[in-house]
C-alpha cells in the first residue's frame, strides 16, 4: 500500500526557515519522481518542487525558486523541502505527491509564516 507521510510544518517568523520532510513506504521510492505541493488560503494547489528518480534533475515553481531546495534520500525513502526565507505568502498547508500508476498524497502539513 503506498503511503506518504508529511511532517516537520508549523509556525515560524517571516525570513525564517523551515525543513520539512515527507517518508514514504509502499512501493520503489528510488524509482519515481517526487514533488511538493502547496495550498494557500482560498487558492487551488500549486507545485511548489520536484526532483527526479534520483535527484538530478529538479523543478521549482517561480515564486519559490532560489529560497526553497527539494532533496531526497533514496536510501531512507524520505522525500526533504529545505524552506528559506520564508514569508507570509508562504503559509499554506503543504502536501508530498507520488505518482505511482495513481497518484499519492499525503494528509499535508501546516506551514504559517507570520510574526
Known amino acids: 500500500q503506498v503511503k506518504v507521510v508529511e511532517s516537520g510544518g508549523g509556525l515560524v517568523q517571516p525570513g525564517g526557515s523551515l525543513r520539512l520532510s515527507c517518508v514514504a513506504s509502499?512501493?520503489?521510492?528510488?524509482?519515481?519522481?517526487m514533488s511538493w505541493w502547496r495550498q494557500r488560503p482560498g487558492k487551488e494547489r500549486e507545485l511548489v518542487a520536484s526532483?527526479?528518480?534520483?535527484?538530478?534533475?529538479?523543478h521549482y515553481g517561480d515564486s519559490v525558486k532560489g529560497r526553497f531546495t527539494i532533496s531526497r534520500d533514496n536510501g531512507q525513502n524520505t522525500l526533504f523541502l529545505q524552506m528559506n526565507n520564508l514569508n507570509r505568502d508562504d503559509t499554506a498547508v503543504y502536501y508530498c505527491?507520488?505518482?505511482?500508476?495513481?497518484?499519492?498524497w499525503g494528509q499535508g502539513t501546516q506551514v504559517t509564516v507570520s510574526s
Open positions: 526532483i527526479s528518480n534520483r535527484g538530478l534533475s529538479t
Open positions: 505527491r507520488a505518482v505511482v500508476q495513481a497518484e499519492y
Open positions: 509502499g512501493f520503489a521510492f528510488s524509482e519515481y519522481t
